[in-house]
């Protein structure tokens, strides 16, 4: 998807209350927002579906969750020529389903309105969760991933890339300066990387690598790999 309008959301100031959600005028300039923000999101988006080709076998689904606009779908769709089976881009934001339905016409996407928590998967062989279970409440996180792995087929894969923090918090001040830093580059001013910040800080719950590779291993996969880390972004395959 092609959109060029800038995300200036943070230039202004909101009222004390003010929370981040993906609601429209969010999804409008998500696009840019998120590609200034996330360090490494396009090197992502085309490696998520080379991975997919990799792992996808033909008669079962692909399953992007928290689609927002699908640049997962799309790079999937790019990549992956034998995909026969259906893609379901599925996210909660009504705002940037409406998007995708709009401007995106390919029948092997079905684009869905849900909270992936209560949404039953069926038969995939790619399970996307890119930047998404960072916005998953933590008490539902480890359910939601055992679910999943259950249902992949054997030798399917599912994709999580997350924002990751440091235990030391000294090391952690430092990795997360350095990622405001790269903000600043992209064209923020402090001030809208700060008024973001405090809008994200009850949705946006920000783990450890150890942390995720522990619950990794609860859910009764040992066979993951780190395959992208990008300042403090990190994105794992857990193969079945
Ligand atoms: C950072 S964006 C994901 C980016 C996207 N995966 C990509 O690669 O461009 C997080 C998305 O997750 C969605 N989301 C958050 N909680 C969700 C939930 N419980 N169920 C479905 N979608 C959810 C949000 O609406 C948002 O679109």
Not at 20 to 44: I, Q, T
Not at 69 to 78: E, F, G, H
Not at 124 to 136: A, G, R, Y
Request: hydrophobic share 35%; charged share 25%.
């Amino acid at each position: 998807m092609k959109n060029d309008k800038k995300d200036n959301l943070y230039k202004k100031q909101y009222p004390k209350n003010h929370k981040f959600s993906f609601n429209s005028e969010v999804a409008d300039v998500f696009e840019d927002m998120v590609k200034r923000s996330v360090p490494g999101y396009e090197f992502l988006i085309n490696n998520i579906g080379i991975v997919a080709k990799k792992f996808y076998q033909p008669g079962t689904n692909v399953y992007d969750l928290g689609s927002s606009l699908s640049a997962c779908s799309l790079s999937i769709l790019k990549n992956v020529k034998n995909l026969d089976g259906k893609v379901f881009a599925i996210d909660s934001s009504k705002a940037m389903i409406n998007i995708c339905k709009k401007s995106i016409k390919d029948p092997k996407i079905n684009f869905i309105n849900s909270d992936i928590c209560e949404y039953n998967i069926v038969n995939p062989s790619v399970v996307i969760l890119n930047l998404t279970l960072q916005f998953i409440p933590t008490t539902k996180r480890e359910n939601l991933l055992r679910r999943l792995f259950k249902e992949l087929n054997t030798g399917g894969v599912i994709i999580i890339t997350e924002k990751v923090k440091l235990n030391k918090m000294q090391d952690n001040i430092l990795l997360q300066n350095f990622h405001d830093f790269f903000k600043e580059n992209n064209g923020y001013s402090k001030e809208e990387i700060d008024r973001k910040k405090l809008a994200l800080a009850d949705s946006m719950i920000i783990e450890s690598e150890k942390d995720h590779e522990k619950r990794f291993k609860n859910i009764g996969c040992n066979n993951f790999y780190q395959w992208f880390k990008c300042y403090n972004f990190a994105s794992w395959v857990l193969i079945k």
